[in-house]
């Protein structure tokens, strides 16, 4: 019989003590505690989004109090606006040519320093400080070294190469905008996929290393598909950097020269608070919000053809 009762299992929350040290603290509704969260989201997320679509559809110059009604008209500009259309190509062209070279050039950048060599933890500090500084002080300091007579020609004059007007170019402005990009927010990238590689399981490859496979069939066969959450994590971050900057532009070149640079948010810009026409930019902006779900959308989609995870 004491036996049985020794075997017993004890239910210790049965205990008084045990009542009172587990007795939840708050006795009110949980919503009371998504209050603040979904206060803040309904105040800096939902209502203004909600205000855009409404503002889409009516015509107000932001001097005047009185809205007026105006249904599609502003949708409808926007088809027949050559500024509008250049602008958004000059924004997929910015997207994809810094996310095409900025993803692999940061994958390669975190594959070399994840690898064992003295002053490694060096090289990832300098190639991670330009992210820290603010894209308006970027902007600045490009200025001057692309500026005619700057640096940048400086260099290419001691080799005998006839410097182009890098931010006075219709060719070579968005070009210039583009690096400047690209050295500004690879660090980041570089750390990203860093962070995933040293969470990878090192025997796996070790493993295909002993039974022959080379250097790039690890990489491609092993290490891309483990990591391939972050890099759709990285894609959308690109996409959503790219299709917001906005600074180093208006420092730089002010969406010029001849609307070389102007791009949809820039663009947006102009509309809303040059030209004082809230509609027409409000409707703009509700295009950039359904292109960049879009796309979005088509990553995740890309990522489970590729056999990663999008839930």
Do not use: C
Request: proline share 5%; no cysteine; charged share 10%.
């Amino acid at each position: 019989m004491m036996e049985e009762e020794a075997s017993r299992p004890i239910d210790i929350s049965s205990t008084p003590l045990t009542q009172r040290a587990f007795r939840p603290r708050f006795g009110g509704s949980p919503w009371l505690l998504l209050f603040p969260g979904a206060l803040g989201l309904s105040v800096f997320v939902i209502i203004p989004s909600l205000a855009i679509v409404a503002l889409s559809l009516s015509h107000w110059n932001l001097y005047s109090s009185h809205v007026r009604w105006s249904g599609l008209s502003n949708y409808l500009s926007l088809v027949h606006s050559q500024a509008f259309w250049s602008s958004l190509e000059h924004t997929l062209v910015y997207s994809l040519v810094v996310g095409g070279v900025l993803l692999p050039f940061a994958l390669g950048l975190a594959w070399i320093l994840n690898q064992s060599f003295l002053g490694k933890e060096l090289y990832r500090m300098i190639i991670f400080l330009p992210y820290v500084i603010p894209l308006a002080a970027t902007g600045v300091i490009f200025s001057g070294l692309l500026a005619p007579s700057g640096i940048a020609d400086a260099l290419l004059g001691f080799m005998h190469i006839t410097p182009p007007n890098w931010l006075g170019s219709v060719r070579w402005a968005l070009v210039a905008i583009i690096g400047v990009s690209i050295w500004e927010y690879l660090g980041f990238y570089m750390l990203l996929f860093l962070s995933a590689l040293q969470q990878l399981n090192p025997s796996l490859s070790e493993a295909a290393a002993m039974d022959g496979a080379g250097w790039w069939s690890r990489f491609w066969r092993i290490v891309i598909p483990q990591i391939m959450p972050t890099i759709l994590f990285a894609s959308v971050m690109i996409v959503v950097q790219t299709f917001q900057a906005f600074d180093q532009i208006y420092v730089m070149t002010s969406g010029g020269p001849a609307g070389a640079t102007t791009t949809l948010i820039y663009y947006i810009y102009e509309q809303g608070f040059q030209f004082f026409n809230i509609g027409q930019a409000s409707a703009a902006s509700v295009v950039m919000m359904v292109l960049v779900g879009l796309i979005v959308a088509l990553e995740w989609y890309a990522s489970a053809k590729w056999g990663g995870d999008p839930s």
